[in-house]
């Protein structure tokens, strides 16, 4: 990777840790799951509605540091509008692009920022945790929308 690219890399997750896109609850989710990381002490809570099997709603709350922050930031943004099916398969890719350095970037958009996250073992959790915890929030059976 060039110092350039590294440096726009950095860039982009840096902002996206100080002014996270769709921060906050989401009043007609049906999913919710939290994610915890005990190595880094990052919490995070993902909300989503799934309806047609498509994500038409996405959000998140929670804090942790830049990485776990500026990822769910990106994920919130990369998987609206998508199928159920499309979020497993960006999830799989961004997976082994962070673990393993595995796959085409460009596949990912945006996600391609954490490429360089592979040389830290002790980030790919950080960077990971909106995900995995995106995917225990699929897993679940529709919740009736709570009213409150
Ligand atoms: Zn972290």
């Known amino acids: 990777m060039s110092d350039d690219l590294r440096d726009l890399y950095q860039e982009v997750i840096l902002d996206h840790n100080r002014r996270p896109?769709?921060?906050?609850?989401?009043s007609?989710?049906?999913r919710h799951a939290v994610g915890h990381n005990p190595l880094c002490g990052d919490r995070i809570q993902v909300?989503?509605?799934?309806e047609d099997g498509r994500v038409q709603g996405i959000r998140f709350e929670g804090a942790?540091?830049?990485i776990s922050t500026a990822s769910a930031s990106l994920m919130t943004e990369a998987l609206r509008g998508k199928t159920v099916e499309e979020a497993h398969t960006l999830f799989h890719g961004f997976?082994?692009?962070?673990?393993r350095g595995?796959?085409?970037p460009a596949d990912l958009g945006k996600l391609a920022v954490f490429t360089?996250?592979?040389?830290?073992?002790i980030r790919v959790k950080c960077a990971t945790l909106a995900w995995h915890t995106l995917?225990?929030?699929l897993a679940q059976k529709d919740q009736p929308v709570s009213t409150e």
Do not use: I, S
């Open 28 to 30: 007609d989710a049906n």
């Open 21 to 26: 896109r769709n921060f906050g609850p989401l």
């Open 64 to 66: 942790g540091c830049a």
């Open 116 to 121: 360089g996250v592979r040389e830290f073992p």
């Open 135 to 137: 995917e225990a929030a």
């Open 95 to 99: 997976h082994e692009l962070v673990t």
């Open 102 to 104: 595995e796959g085409d």
């Open 47 to 50: 909300h989503l509605r799934v």
